[in-house]
């Protein structure tokens, strides 16, 4: 079942938990004096069940605006969001290039255990889809991102071990890819992501790589990625 979470931008951030249909959660979370934004996320399950270790991708969702460059994260995975990891600390090949771009929102590197993200903005990754809901300023516009990591997906390309016989240290593979496009707060504005580049698989980086060259199995999670601009009956800025 799709994990529905709340963002307001200017009021407290706070998860619905509550059941119903989806026209009452939609009604939940719009701000009548804002420009509502949709995000849905779906995954392809068998691409990321060949992975080593099986387990959803971690991701991190965010904005930034095209006027005043401001960032704002939307959304970021368990794993990454609470410095929860199997056998270590922190793993920075993850999602590195949203993990540079966190440091211009918050100056606040890596989230770790003992400061972890807020609740509002972190969960555990769907088996298959997620929606992520944000209001923003009317008349704003922004460029939307997507970071993606399947860890254990290995292949002749990114292999398990590096040329010395050294092992990936974070258990990478096939390094994140990064998605975006554009949201526009006009009523029924839709847009769908597409692939930017991706990253590097032992080190953590901060630049987008273009080439995909020997992505078989990551480049296939993302089954899509739309955003959606909802503009709430009777608002004034439709």
Known sequence: MSRYLVL????????????GSEEEKIRTW????????QFDVELNQEMYRLSNF???PQMALWLEN????????????????????????ICPTALPYWISRRDIESDGGLPSFLMPLPDGITGATPKESLKVY????????????????VSGDYNDTFMASEPNGNPDPDGNGQPS??????????????DTAKVLGRTEQIVAISDVIPELEGYTTADKVLRILKVTSIIPQGDQHE
């Open 8 to 19: 307001g931008l200017i009021l407290p951030i706070f998860l619905i938990v509550s059941c």
């Open 30 to 37: 719009q701000n009548p004096v804002k420009a509502n934004l």
């Open 54 to 56: 099986g387990e959803p």
């Open 66 to 89: 095209l006027d005043s460059s401001e960032v704002r994260t939307l959304w970021v995975s368990n794993r990454l969001a609470r410095g929860v990891w199997v056998g270590k600390v």
């Open 134 to 149: 944000a209001s923003v300023e009317p008349g704003s516009e922004w460029r939307y991102y997507l970071e993606l990591n």
């Open 177 to 190: 890819l990064i998605y975006s496009g554009i949201a526009r707060t006009e009523n029924g504005w839709t």
